[in-house]
């Protein structure tokens, strides 16, 4: 079975465009988590989608939002992007989501210029 | 608030050798679990192994091994016989539904030949 997929695998943008992230969960897992992961830190949880609706968020501003679509695949939406923004973004299926194993996708690295 | 504090950024062991990964946690939470995970550097992050808290029994898997302290908020790695593929970054991660998951800052690992 495939993993969880993530695309584009790299992508730069500048200050101040808008960014989405592709994500595709193991098939059967029905929630999908994503993460901000700045280089030399641990993730930073941003979302959690369980059956298309928000389970779950961050301490992240609103110009980050998320959506889950009935095949269970999540878009991330970065706006108004900033220097900081840049980071790896890593999404994550798991079954239902609750104290379950989280299987990660390999990212997908946003440079912002 | 949920916090996790793994005050190691960086072991090294010899290869065959047994290493402890440290992690403290706060959590105001009853039911939670606890996880480790690895991120060797191709990035993609994987379980190492998974702890239910109200299970007092310590989890292992093959070569891993938790020590779990409850009380003291403590959650604790052991990797025996260590190999050169177990370098990587490790992450411990608490979970818990309000809070999802927390990851630390990350302890990186070296295995020395």
């Known amino acids: 079975d495939a993993g969880v997929t993530q695309s584009p695998t790299h992508l730069i943008k500048t200050r101040g465009q808008h960014v989405t992230l592709r994500c595709s969960p193991i098939s059967g897992h029905k929630s999908v988590s994503w993460y901000q992961q700045v280089l030399g830190q641990g993730p930073q949880f941003i979302f959690q989608y369980y059956e298309k609706e928000e389970r779950g968020r961050g301490n992240f501003p609103d110009r980050f939002s998320a959506r889950q679509f009935p095949n269970y695949s999540s878009e991330l939406n970065v706006n108004a992007l900033l220097l900081g923004d840049s980071a790896l973004y890593l999404c994550?299926?798991?079954?239902?989501?609750?104290?379950?194993?989280?299987?990660f996708g390999p990212g997908t690295r946003l440079l912002v210029l | 608030a949920q916090t996790v504090t793994q005050s190691q950024p960086e072991m090294s062991v010899q290869e065959a050798e047994t290493v402890t990964l440290s992690c403290t946690y706060d959590t105001s939470e009853s039911d939670y679990y606890l996880f480790w995970y690895k991120q060797p550097p191709s990035r993609q992050m994987i379980l190492v192994i998974r702890q239910e808290a109200y299970k007092q029994q310590n989890a292992t898997e093959n070569r891993f091994s938790v020590n779990f302290q409850k009380a003291a908020k403590s959650f604790s790695l052991k990797i025996s016989d260590s190999q050169l593929g177990d370098a990587a970054m490790y992450f411990c991660?608490?979970?818990?539904?309000?809070?999802?998951?927390?990851f630390g800052t990350g302890t990186r690992l070296k295995v020395l030949a």
């Open positions: 994550a299926s798991s079954l239902q989501g609750e104290g379950e194993t989280q299987y």
């Open positions: 991660a608490p979970f818990s539904g309000t809070y999802k998951y927390i």
